[in-house]
């Protein structure tokens, strides 16, 4: 099993999501190699950040044509974690009007303000599953699981949402379009419950 963690110079959380794979048995690759991009079992496109920075990583790395070539074309099995979430969606809001991957129907928009929510939402919260999806396989219902985010994913087709969350207003959590998976929680960070959704991913066969 071939897992690749893709670099694309953004402050992230690479070596975190490297050694939670080593606590579930499973060696990684932290690389921007497109040959090794090209022959992985495993996609992860992790990130924490602004997302214009993100896709000036990836283009700046020569990555994108490399990442739509595995990803929707050959389907390799791919997880977008924080960051890696939102860069899948078409656009996102964070200072200014910036252009996505376009993987998934959906545009990256900012909590609203609230006194009661402070911005960055950084810690924990409750996390919903709304289908069987095998990502929680499992899991319960109802899990909590570590944030850091003060955008979210507002999709415009909701069947591709497998949980939801609570911050100020009701959000989404995390997707699922047949080989990409994206989180906007912190897997890495969020103890058991985080090393069993990596380990599911892993796992996973029917992509």
Known sequence: MKITIIDYDIVGNLNSIQSAIKKIGYDSLITHNKADIKSADRIILPGVGAFEKGMEGLKKNDLIETLN????????PTLGICLGLQLMAKKSFEFGNHKGLGWINGNIVKFPNNKKFPLPQIGWND????????????????????????????LNEDQFETSNAEYGLKYTTSIRKNNLVGLQFHPEKSQSVGLSILKNFILWENA
Do not use: R
């Not at 070539?69 to 389907?75: G, V």
């Not at 499992?138 to 944030?147: P, R, T, Y």
């Open 69 to 76: 070539f595995c990803c929707l074309d050959k389907k390799i």
């Open 127 to 154: 996390v919903y599953v709304n289908n069987n999806d095998l990502i929680f396989n499992n899991l319960n219902k109802k899990e909590i699981l570590f944030f850091a985010n003060s955008y979210y994913i507002k």
